[in-house]
Each structure stands twice: as structure tokens, then as C-alpha cells.
């Protein structure tokens, strides 16, 4: 087990999107403040932060950011909607897309303040993160993410091979540039999101993401802090994660976790991955699946409790506060 959870006697518990969307504390904060208002003041970052340690029960916080902040600090600009977020001037409409963009340091700023804040007041683990260079680069070529499987970014890895090469290049070194400044800010943890990991046929994904991720991680556990890395949708590639790659992985709610623990190297840690929606059904469903894990967790206390995907805007507070509980009373 990661270090920073080992005085646990049973699996961690954290939720990804944990910082939002169901906590009233935080849907009364959004009603003064906007998202992006809410990110980049530090004190309001911190706050949001540590709330669902307070309010859910969580064993880890997650710094309130996203994943977007790094297209934003190469100088693109990003509107928040109520629909999520939209580019004011996707790269796949640039006439020479690398050209374009310029790594401003200083945009991460309020992020490295915000963890300092949290890194004093806070009694758990704290997990930095950043989005794998697909899944950023995919935001950033398409610009909005209501297009289902980014059909715009697809097409532009084949018409402009060399273009993407240089593009993921650009991403990874910023990340690893973020990721190491965020160690240097307290992280205990640090979570590589590629929520778009299935978007492309396992092959590209091995030659041309993989070793990007890679170098991520490396620059991150060469400071000793442990990497979790979430590859949604990659299913039969997750044979390609090794010990090399990660130390924890994160399996998404369409996998069955039994065939994910023969898949992937045995000295990786698993994370994950009850499915988001079952946190709408009755709190006997809900205690019902979490016993099913049991055998599971009897051959595996490397386990890392979390869903396979965030929390679902509207998911009732008191079946996240129920689920939580469970866990930690069951195991
Ligand atoms: O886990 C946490 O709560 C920590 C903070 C966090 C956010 N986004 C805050 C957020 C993290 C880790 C993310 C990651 C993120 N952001 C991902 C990867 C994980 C995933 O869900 O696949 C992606 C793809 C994004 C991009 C993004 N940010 C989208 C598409 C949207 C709009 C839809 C949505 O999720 O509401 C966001 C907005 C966002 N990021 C919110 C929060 C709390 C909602 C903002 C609000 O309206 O209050």
C-alpha cells in the first residue's frame, strides 16, 4: 500500500470529483463565486478542497483544479459554461497549432498557493493531479467536450502526424514541469487522469501515449511520490500497465476488476471502480455491491476504494456519506 495510507487498517476510500458537484457547502459557494473564480483563489481552492474530508469521510483530498489547467497555462483561453468548458479558439482551427502556444509559468500560480494553504491545514493524504497528454490534447484540438469521442482530434492524429508528435511533446513537458511543482508544494500523491484513454485503437495508444505518460510519472516517482494513473476506457490495453508505468491504477466502471487484477502486473495497486450510477440506487443495492468486493480485497489489500468515473452531478449526498461509511465499517 502507498505510504501515506499504510495506518489504515482497511482500503483507503476517496472519490474522484469529490471537490463539487454534490456537496451543499459547495453548490452554496458556486452560487457566489464562478467555477473558474472558485479555482484560482487560493483560500476558495483550499476551502473547496478540504471539504469533502469534513463533509464525506474521504481519506485523501484532491487539490480543487482541473485538468484544463494546463492548456490554460500554454495561453489558451477557456470559457466555463454551464455545459462544461469551451475554447475560444480550438487548435484543430489554427493554421499551425504548435506555433501557437506559449508556456506561461505563472498561470499555475494560484494552484501552488492553494496547495500550500491546503498542505498546513490538512490531516489526509493530498493527491495533485494532471490530465494525460491524450486527454488534454484532445480538449485542446477539439474545444469542447459535448462531442462525443472527439471526432475533430481523431481526425487531426492522422492528417497531421508530425503536428501531433510535437503537440504531445509540448503537453508532457508542461505536465512534468506542473507535477514536479506540485511535489514542491506538499502532494503526497499524484493521479495522471486519461479519461479519453479509449478513444483510440490500443496500438497508437502504446507507441504514441504511453511513453509520454511514462515520462510523467517517472519525473514524479523519481521525487518518491507515487503515481495512480486512470487510463478510462483502455480495456484489453491494461496488460501494458506495468510496474514501470505506475504504481497505482485506476479501472474504470466498465471493467470487471477480478479480470483487471489478471491483467495487470501484479505489483501495481489497483484503484476503482464501483460504477458512478449505483450511487442512485437504495443503500441495500449499494452495501450489497460493495460485499461483492470482498474476496477481492481478501487477495488484494493493495486496493485503493474509488469509483470507475467521477460522481455524478445529482447523486443524493446521503448515499455518498452512506457508501463511504460502508466501506470503512465493512472492511
Ligand atoms: O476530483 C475532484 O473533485 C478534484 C478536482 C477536479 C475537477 N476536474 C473539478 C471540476 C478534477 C480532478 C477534474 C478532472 C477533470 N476535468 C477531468 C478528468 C476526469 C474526468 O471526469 O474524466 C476532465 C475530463 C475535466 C474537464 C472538465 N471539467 C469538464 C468536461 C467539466 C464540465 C463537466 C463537469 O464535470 O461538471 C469540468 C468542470 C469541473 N471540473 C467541475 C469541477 C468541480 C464542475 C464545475 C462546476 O460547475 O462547479
Keep these: 500500500m502507498i505510504k501515506c495510507f499504510q495506518d489504515l487498517k482497511r482500503p483507503p476510500v476517496w472519490l474522484m470529483r469529490q471537490a463539487g458537484r454534490v456537496l451543499p457547502r ?3 459557494l458556486r452560487e457566489t463565486y464562478s467555477f473558474r473564480e472558485l479555482m484560482e ?8 478542497t478540504l471539504m469533502p474530508v469534513k463533509d464525506l469521510g474521504v481519506d485523501a483530498a484532491i487539490i480543487f483544479s482541473d485538468i484544463l489547467s494546463v492548456p490554460t497555462a500554454l495561453g489558451m483561453e477557456i470559457e466555463w459554461t454551464d455545459f462544461g468548458p469551451k475554447f475560444l479558439k480550438p487548435l484543430c482551427t489554427e493554421q499551425n497549432p504548435s506555433q501557437s502556444l506559449k508556456f506561461e509559468a505563472e498561470k499555475f500560480e494560484h494552484v501552488y498557493q492553494a496547495l500550500d494553504i491546503v498542505a498546513k491545514e490538512k490531516n489526509v493524504p493530498l493527491i495533485g493531479f494532471c490530465g494525460a497528454p491524450l486527454t488534454t490534447l484532445c480538449y485542446m484540438l477539439q474545444g469542447v467536450s459535448s462531442k462525443q469521442n472527439f471526432p475533430e482530434a481523431k481526425k487531426f492524429f492522422y492528417q497531421n502526424p508530425s503536428e501531433t ?14 507535477a514536479l511543482q506540485q511535489i514542491k508544494h506538499g502532494i ?7 479519461s479519453n484513454a479509449g478513444i483510440v485503437p490500443e496500438d497508437f495508444y502504446e507507441q504514441k501515449v504511453l511513453p509520454r505518460v511514462r515520462k510523467i510519472a ?3 516517482r523519481s521525487k518518491g511520490v507515487p503515481v495512480i494513473f486512470f487510463p478510462k476506457g483502455l480495456g484489453c490495453g491494461l496488460r501494458m500497465i506495468t510496474s514501470e508505468v505506475c504504481d497505482f491504477v485506476s479501472i474504470d466502471w466498465q471493467t470487471s ?3 483487471a487484477r489478471q491483467m495487470i502486473d501484479k505489483e501495481v495497486g489497483l484503484q476503482g471502480n464501483f460504477d458512478p450510477h449505483l450511487l442512485f440506487a437504495d443503500k441495500e443495492t ?3 455491491e460493495i460485499e461483492k468486493y470482498k474476496p477481492f480485497y481478501e487477495k488484494n489489500p493493495d486496493w485503493i476504494v474509488n469509483l470507475g468515473h467521477g ?4 447523486t443524493p449526498l446521503e448515499n455518498v456519506k452512506f457508501f463511504v461509511e460502508k466501506i470503512k465499517e465493512f472492511f
Excluded: G
Design 218 to 220: 517517472d519525473a514524479v
Design 41 to 48: 483563489t487560493p483560500q476558495l481552492a483550499a476551502d473547496v
Design 26 to 28: 459547495y453548490r452554496k
Design 257 to 259: 476488476i477480478f479480470q
Design 188 to 194: 503526497d500523491v499524484f493521479q495522471i487522469f486519461e
Design 286 to 288: 449499494i452495501a450489497k
Design 165 to 178: 508528435e510535437k503537440l504531445l511533446d509540448f503537453v508532457t513537458d508542461v505536465s512534468v514541469e506542473y
Design 311 to 314: 460522481v455524478l452531478a445529482e
